[in-house]
């Protein structure tokens, strides 16, 4: 213990000394953005001073030579300052309009991928799934690679109504988020229970707390203390796993991809939304998830067509009708999309409301 | 010593396509990083993966690492595989807090790209959900090295557990017009005050807090934190009526009807028979869309101040919950109006510590107990503007009901209403 280090508890690092010093210069005092063309936005501040700023999707788990590649571009480029947005795409800014294009060919030249700005649909935010989660459903990683090579030129041509927020989880817990499209794993069957390893591994009493449902409830099994799980009740979340790993939720077969839509953070024309479910029961299926990636585009496909200028995908289907919604993408409608949850209610229609 | 590498006939279908591949990533680790523990353990780190992609199961678990001093911030992750794939059985996380807003310079990148390829293996990610830098894959006894040597340059771990997270802020101020606030400084104030509650986990679950400039709230905050700060203004918005002609004059008086005045939530906005924009600013919700749409002709107040909502999160355990308005409006100028902010983040933040479960979101016990009760447990005052629309249900016990509206009657004259 002696050798041990003391930290040094900074918490969050100030940014100003990494900021490129045109926003610095300018901070709080801007005036307006434009944009010039996808992937690029101009900012004109008060004071005429000018910035570009490029924008760039990448594979998002970078090895240090993507990110050596990524700094030599900043330092050819654009004055050794990049910003990172919310959904990892990095962000070079210029003050030299005439560097703009050189600085989107270098980008391109390296396999990186400009655009994501305005009216696109933007990189697809995600969560760890096979590569590094200890509860995952399906990989994230993987998922994001596949269906990006399919909507590639959505993200580099900002030509949809609105801005697109895609978003993945491996899990139920959902920690992607929510999204315009969110495509999130939903298991089918109750946790298989290894019921020798539940006293040694898990921590009974918080298990039993865990369940929303209070399915759970404490049980010997096999002349040990274990958990048993009231499959009627069971709604099959996953929630017991991540503290008790013997409640195995994940199956191959049983734990299938579900697509919900309408989730929406901005408050612009209309409070935030949360997304709603339209489909579910979409197999599993690496490398590649095509069947996932197939409704995806249909429900693009369907709000390129069909929305107004501004409207996002949620208020395109409260324009249309989720009727008509359901007609457009062809997909079904079940009993499983009338909510059970509380505040069900609210979801119902009392009204003479009807479309045809 | 040549490693014998992992087939991989499933990842590397991940390699065909446009976009670019993490796993052609990992594998150049694999084949040309100079570092033989780095190609061992990418090789390892890809057999694992192709077996989860072949089984479709995962094969990571949790466990118990930290730093000398902290409790958290690293996720810990051993394999269930290891047997099969070693060099890569111990692949933990650190999380590192970025600075406010994620800017950085190349040569900083740099420096962190040379500690990490030193201790760990050369995987890292710009961010997580939570917004930490992700260094992804080292054992136990090189997350000491690594925290070690970034934390002597100004790198700190963030949360992980029960504990208060990292935080996350727009760009904000730095390049955007319609910045209300100084997000960064808010995002350090509230996130640095809690250091102790960042690195040793001990509340009922996790607290986050992020902030955004204005409603658009590009970082999600009303969404996804328990503490969600949007900028945003009281006094009118400002309106440059040349450059409302000159949009006019672009695109035409039909398309600013159809996605300006039509589109306001609450129809504050007209046009005059001679393209002047009328605004009655106390309609107006500051939702942002007209000034997305004209962001040349109409910018915020001059009045910023901010707006907090608490209690938004994600599925777990009662489902999604947005954050509540608690704070309508809130100057954030002097360092007193700070002050007051990272205050009333501390009562917050012991009053769920001492009244929520084990693993209850803050929102979810102000579900649980109600909002009144909330409201009257961190001293806060009720004010319309925290709902929607007020109570439907008839049943409730009123008889507190004359102090509490004298009380109202009271706080009106006060605040010279």
């Not at chain 1, 324009?319 to 993408?329: D, K, T």
């Not at chain 2, 209690?311 to 954050?323: A, Y």
Request: hydrophobic share 35%; glycine share 8%.
């Amino acid at each position: 213990m002696a050798d041990m280090r003391e930290p040094i508890e900074s918490g969050c690092p100030d940014p100003w000394q990494y900021m490129h010093p045109m926003m610095r210069k300018n901070f709080g005092q801007w005036k307006y953005h434009d944009h010039p063309r996808p992937g690029v936005l101009l900012h004109v501040a008060y004071s005429g001073d000018k910035i570009w700023t490029v924008k760039a999707g990448t594979q998002r788990i970078l090895d240090v030579f993507t990110l050596r590649k990524l700094c030599d571009i900043g330092d050819e480029f654009a004055e050794g300052y990049v910003h990172f947005t919310l959904r990892s795409n990095i962000e070079y800014m210029v003050t030299d309009e005439a560097k703009v294009q050189p600085l989107i060919d270098a980008l391109e030249g390296s396999g990186f991928i400009v655009g994501g700005t305005q009216n696109s649909v933007a990189m697809i935010s995600h969560t760890q799934g096979w590569l590094h989660c200890d509860i995952p459903g399906t990989d994230a990683s993987g998922v994001v690679k596949s269906m990006m090579d399919e909507l590639i030129d959505e993200f580099r041509n900002a030509n949809m109504p609105n801005r697109v927020h895609i978003t993945t989880s491996c899990c139920q817990i959902n920690c992607g988020g929510q999204g315009d499209i969110a495509i999130n794993v939903q298991h089918t069957k109750p946790p298989k229970i290894n019921h020798d390893l539940v006293a040694n591994v898990c921590e009974r009493p918080s298990v039993v707390a865990r369940c929303p449902v209070a399915a759970i409830r404490p049980a010997m099994v096999n002349g040990k203390p274990s958990l048993e799980v009231d499959e009627r009740k069971c709604i099959c979340c996953g929630a017991c796993y991540p503290p008790c790993p013997p409640m195995q939720i994940n199956d191959a077969e049983h734990s299938k991809l579900a697509i919900w839509v309408g989730g929406n953070h901005s408050n612009a024309r209309g409070k935030p939304t949360f997304q709603k479910l339209v489909a579910a029961g979409i197999p599993n299926n690496p490398p590649r998830w095509p069947e996932a990636t197939a409704i995806v585009k249909r429900i693009l496909k369907a709000y390129k067509e069909g929305a107004r200028d501004w409207e996002r995908v949620n208020e395109w289907i409260e324009r249309i009708g989720w009727p008509r919604f359901f007609e457009e993408v062809e997909l079904p409608f079940t009993k499983y999309h009338i909510d059970t949850w509380r505040g069900a209610r609210a979801s119902f229609n009392s009204s003479s409301y009807i479309r045809f | 010593m040549a490693i014998e590498k992992h087939s991989t006939p499933m990842l590397d279908q991940l390699e065909t396509g446009p976009w670019p591949s993490f796993i052609s990533g990992i594998k150049r680790l694999r084949d040309e990083h100079p570092e033989p523990r780095i190609n061992a353990m990418t090789n390892d780190l890809l057999g694992q993966l192709e077996h989860s992609y072949e089984t479709r199961k995962g094969y990571w678990k949790g466990g118990t690492v930290s730093v000398f001093g902290y409790g958290g911030g690293i996720i810990p992750r051993f394999s269930e595989v290891g047997k099969a794939f070693p060099k890569s059985k111990e692949f933990h996380t650190l999380r590192v807090q970025p600075p406010a807003g994620n800017h950085y310079s190349t040569g900083m990148l740099r420096q962190l790209a040379d500690s990490w390829e030193k201790w760990g293996s050369g995987l890292v990610t710009f961010h997580g959900q939570t917004g930490n830098i992700m260094f992804i894959g080292t054992d136990t006894q090189n997350t000491q090295h690594f925290f070690d040597e970034i934390n002597e340059y100004g790198w700190d771990l963030g949360g992980a557990g029960p504990c208060v997270r990292t935080a996350m802020s727009c760009v904000g101020a730095a390049r955007c017009e319609m910045s209300c606030t100084n997000e960064l400084k808010a995002h350090r104030a509230l996130v640095n005050n809690f250091v102790d509650d960042v690195h040793r986990p001990a509340l009922p679950y996790k607290f986050k807090f992020k902030v955004s400039g204005c409603a658009n709230d590009c970082q999600n905050a009303i969404e996804r934190s328990d503490f969600a700060v949007l900028g945003t203004w009281r006094d009118d918005m400002k309106v440059d009526q040349a450059e409302v002609k000159n949009y006019i004059a672009d695109k035409g008086r039909q398309y600013y009807i159809d996605n300006v005045i039509t589109r306001c939530p609450t129809q504050a906005l007209s046009l005059t028979d001679d393209n002047a924009l009328v605004v009655n600013n106390r309609d107006c919700v500051r939702c942002m869309h007209c000034l997305n749409v004209m962001p040349k002709a109409l910018h915020p107040g001059d009045d910023k101040g901010v707006t907090i909502l608490i209690g938004g999160k994600r599925t777990l355990k009662i489902g999604d919950l947005m954050g509540t308005v608690v704070v309508p409006f809130k100057k954030l100028e002097t360092e007193e109006d700070y002050g007051s902010m990272v205050e009333l983040a501390e009562t917050i933040i012991d009053f769920w510590a001492e009244n929520g479960l084990e693993h209850e979101r803050c929102g979810e016990m102000i579900e649980r107990i109600g909002l009144a009760n909330f409201l009257d447990g961190i001293g806060i005052e009720p004010d319309p503007n925290m709902l929607s629309h007020p109570r439907q249900s008839s049943y409730v016990r009123l008889d507190g009901w004359d102090e509490a509206a004298e009380a109202w009657f009271e706080r009106q004259a006060e605040a010279g209403k």
